[in-house]
């Protein structure tokens, strides 16, 4: 059995474990229970499902579980359970990945627990002085001169969404 796109339905804390959580996931077909401890899980999520049965690219065959008196079946993975990249938190994947799409029909850019399918670029200046543009809160005749360009990047979330700021000399 592959490993599949999933949408997290609903997502409580696990009454006990302070670090787990109870998720309804549906598959494409069926509505599965599964045990997750990623810190990013939330209700309404696209991620990568390893169900039971199925095996990781790193060779972890996935069983039934019992966590703390409550069972899983099958496991949401973090792009180091595929071994995509160290990336702590399950993968999150864009609204217009289709549910129940193996893992091998999606991009390896998207295969990330950062959604930068979600980011709003504020500012980006570029190294290359014929590629360098400034998007949403500067016009091109506001650029710096050369010298003040400096090594930035930001991630940050801010009023529902998620920012990405970068400079580069």
Same mark, same amino acid.
């Given at each position: 059995?592959?490993?599949?796109?999933?949408?997290?339905?609903?997502?409580?804390?696990?009454?006990?474990?302070?670090?787990?959580?109870?998720?309804?996931?549906?598959?494409?077909?069926?509505?599965?229970?599964?045990?997750?401890?990623?810190?990013?899980?939330?209700?309404?999520?696209?991620?990568?499902?390893?169900?039971?049965?199925?095996?990781?690219?790193?060779?972890?065959?996935?069983?039934?579980?019992?966590?703390?008196?409550?069972?899983?079946?099958?496991?949401?993975?973090?792009?180091?359970?595929?071994?995509?990249?160290?990336?702590?938190?399950?993968?999150? =994947?864009?609204?217009?990945?289709?549910?129940?799409?193996?893992? /091998?029909?999606?991009?390896?850019? %998207? *295969? #990330?627990? $950062?959604?930068?399918?979600?980011?709003?670029?504020?500012?980006?200046?570029?190294?290359?002085?014929?590629?360098?543009? =400034?998007?949403?809160?500067?016009?091109?005749?506001?650029?710096? /001169?050369?010298?003040?360009?400096? %090594? *930035? #990047?930001? $991630?940050?979330?801010?009023?529902?969404?998620?920012?990405?700021?970068?400079?580069?000399?």
């Amino acid at each position: 059995m592959n490993l599949i796109v999933a949408e997290i339905k609903s997502c409580k804390k696990h009454p006990e474990a302070t670090k787990l959580n109870i998720c309804e996931v549906f598959d494409g077909t069926n509505t599965l229970q599964v045990v997750c401890g990623a810190t990013n899980v939330r209700s309404g999520m696209r991620t990568i499902l390893a169900p039971v049965g199925a095996t990781t690219p790193k060779g972890l065959l996935i069983k039934e579980a019992v966590l703390r008196g409550v069972t899983s079946n099958g496991m949401l993975c973090s792009a180091k359970d595929i071994d995509v990249s160290n990336e702590d938190g399950i993968i999150d =994947l864009p609204e217009s990945v289709k549910i129940g799409s193996s893992l /091998s029909s999606i991009s390896t850019n %998207l *295969l #990330s627990s $950062t959604p930068w399918h979600k980011f709003t670029v504020v500012d980006s200046i570029w190294e290359n002085r014929q590629t360098k543009k =400034l998007l949403v809160t500067r016009q091109a005749d506001d650029l710096p /001169s050369e010298k003040e360009f400096r %090594l *930035l #990047s930001q $991630t940050f979330f801010e009023n529902n969404q998620y920012i990405y700021r970068h400079f580069k000399v």
